[in-house]
């Protein structure tokens, strides 16, 4: 249970010292004092600077997108233009995962602890016309219970025909812990829609590449689709409690979940540019539902630095359709029903400068008969340095859209519950050194790889995976200059044929910073400069929202250059960029995809703020 003694920090990042409305003169705390933390409490202290790697972070993932590539129009799908492994958990996924650019999964879920009440406001520009604004509020009723709000909406018209993109994002959380502190309850309630017009891509790349002015009018070029739209909707409530039995050594714990999934393609007539439809020329609505329901009770021990905790979980799913169907002699039910148990444990272990953090899941029954395994290891033998490992082995099934889906086109129906389970291995080292950088190591390896072919139908892979990926990142300084260097290097040594990624990407940041108008003012500006090897990279299927293989067309070979203004004043933070700016060179022969039929944006003005409220 995170415990976060009132009077003990110094931190320095921002302090405030003012009145309210009523004329109370507020206590004087530091922004360190505002800690945001997980389910599983990695806590961080709310930051207020502005440095470059912040800038990084100020677009529409609000993280760093130095592995994304976005598409014309924000609020869709991005690229990845790296590989790594990201399952947490035994249980297999839904559709329309790369929908899932904004997405907070259940480890991701945040909690506060806020002294006084804060607040955090974010708006960013949209493409064409739109914005997005993100609001948090979180408060403490009293020094047992804070509750937050944070909402995030994107509307974006883009500049292509039907390519309107929409996201809705709500969350409600509450964390209490009694004044004995032998009883803690963290509860949320979370809410995601996306909406996007499907256009398919370009219909005739030429429109695009040899425009001219006739074309500098996006709208004007013709697109695939005109009347295709996507949905994702997921709703999830969470509610976990923990009482102590003997003290705070051994605790009993429960964690009881429920989250609903629906994902939906419509389209106004169905066409043969993308396959036959049991419809005819009538109207295409395909719907696939899940509702997961899971509740695990169990124990927690702690002596000192020791923490471990074992518990049984019981997973209740229904994957479901509208219909039956049964399409060229492939059975697809419409409703499917899983009930699971599985040995969840977890470790954590903290010896001063050195932090074990470990987790094993053992699934017993069918649908998710496998193992999860994970370890993690942190030393930092001084301020100035920091080492870390992560080692990751797993068996589980594949996502749901492997296994069974079901569509009026004809050749998205299949039925592949016989699909093996997918075999993951990661081995991760870092090293950080202030002065030096800091340099990553990955090497993943995957047996039974699944994924979705040039025929857009998935399939399985027998002879591996084999990859392997180097990063260097490095910021220089001097006096009032700086530049900001990422490196990656990367590799598939087996399964090239499968796996496409660039083998290597590159970003440079030049900039300049200084204080102005007696240190009230801090001004940040300077290029940015990204750049990735040419490659085939994978197609974006509208009917799956999910990308596909391909052999014919390259993306990539040319560079991003931006220019950006950033500054702060207190904790006010402005940004504007001039993106994407060598791109009016090209205004007459455009030659820049984020994927196949996909261009990436042209030349665009990119603003927005952030403010942070501690009242």
């Not at 801090?522 to 990308?547: C, H, I, M, R």
Request: net charge positive; aromatic share 16%; charged share 20%.
């Amino acid at each position: 249970m995170p415990q976060f003694p009132p009077h003990q920090q110094h931190d320095t990042l921002d302090y405030f010292n003012k009145k309210d409305s009523l004329k109370i003169k507020l206590p004087k705390l530091p922004a360190g004092r505002y800690k945001i933390f997980t389910i599983e409490n990695d806590t961080i202290s709310v930051d207020t600077t502005l440095t470059i790697r912040d800038a990084y972070r100020f677009n529409q993932l609000f993280k760093d997108d130095f592995d994304y590539l976005p598409f014309s129009n924000i609020g869709h799908v991005l690229t990845q233009l790296s590989f790594d492994i990201t399952d947490t958990d035994i249980i297999p996924g839904f559709v329309g995962q790369p929908k899932l650019t904004d997405y907070w999964p259940h480890p991701n879920i945040p909690f506060y602890f806020t002294p006084t009440p804060y607040s955090d406001l974010s708006y960013l520009n949209g493409m064409g016309q739109g914005q997005i604004l993100n609001a948090l509020f979180a408060t403490n009723i009293n020094k047992q219970l804070n509750v937050a709000a944070n909402y995030r909406g994107l509307n974006s018209l883009g500049l292509y025909k039907n390519s309107v993109a929409t996201s809705r994002r709500f969350l409600g959380s509450l964390n209490f812990n009694n004044r004995a502190n032998t009883y803690c309850l963290k509860t949320y309630y979370y809410t995601y829609e996306k909406s996007n017009d499907e256009n398919g891509g370009i219909a005739n790349p030429l429109e695009f590449e040899q425009a001219g002015d006739i074309y500098s009018d996006r709208s004007r070029i013709n697109v695939n689709l005109t009347d295709a739209h996507t949905q994702l909707k997921i709703h999830r409530l969470f509610v976990g409690q923990q009482y102590a039995l003997v003290k705070q050594n051994l605790s009993l714990f429960n964690n009881l979940t429920y989250a609903g999934h629906a994902y939906k393609f419509e389209q106004k007539k169905a066409t043969d540019l993308i396959g036959i439809a049991s419809s005819g020329n009538g109207a295409v609505k395909d719907t696939v539902f899940l509702s997961h329901f899971q509740n695990i009770a169990g124990l927690k021990f702690q002596f000192h630095q020791l923490a471990v905790q074992s518990g049984i979980r019981y997973s209740h799913q229904v994957y479901t359709f509208d219909s039956l169907n049964v399409i060229n002699n492939i059975y697809i039910p419409q409703k499917t029903i899983f009930n699971d148990l599985s040995l969840d444990n977890k470790a954590r272990l903290n010896l001063g400068k050195l932090n074990f953090r470990g987790q094993l899941n053992i699934g017993f029954t069918k649908n998710i008969a496998g193992y999860y395994l994970a370890g993690q290891v942190r030393y930092k033998p001084n301020p100035q340095i920091g080492i870390s490992g992560e080692v990751k082995s797993l068996s589980k099934r594949p996502d749901f859209k492997y296994l069974l889906y079901q569509s009026a086109y004809d050749r998205f129906n299949w039925n592949h519950l016989d699909f093996k389970n997918e075999l993951k291995q990661k081995i991760s080292a870092q090293i950080t050194h202030q002065y030096l950088g800091k340099l990553t190591f990955n090497q993943i390896l995957i047996n039974n790889y699944t994924y979705f072919g040039a025929d857009s139908l998935p399939h399985q892979n027998t002879s591996g995976i084999q990859y392997l990926s180097v990063k260097y990142q490095k910021d220089f300084y001097y006096k009032k200059w700086g530049l900001a260097t990422d490196f990656k290097w990367q590799k598939v040594l087996q399964g090239a044929g499968i796996l496409h990624l660039p083998g290597y990407i590159l970003r440079g940041s030049l900039f300049f910073s200084d204080y102005y108008f007696q240190h009230n003012l801090w001004v940040q500006t300077g290029f940015t400069a990204k750049y990735f090897e040419a490659y085939y990279a994978n197609a974006y299927n509208p009917v799956l929202s999910d990308f596909v293989l391909q052999h014919q067309r390259k993306i990539g070979g040319y560079p991003i250059i931006d220019y950006f203004l950033n500054f702060k004043i207190k904790r006010f933070r402005f940004y504007f960029k001039l993106a994407h700016l060598n791109a009016l060179g090209k205004q007459k022969n455009p030659d820049y995809y984020a994927a196949p039929l996909q261009p990436y944006p042209d030349f665009n003005i990119r603003f927005g703020l952030r403010w942070i409220f501690f009242n």
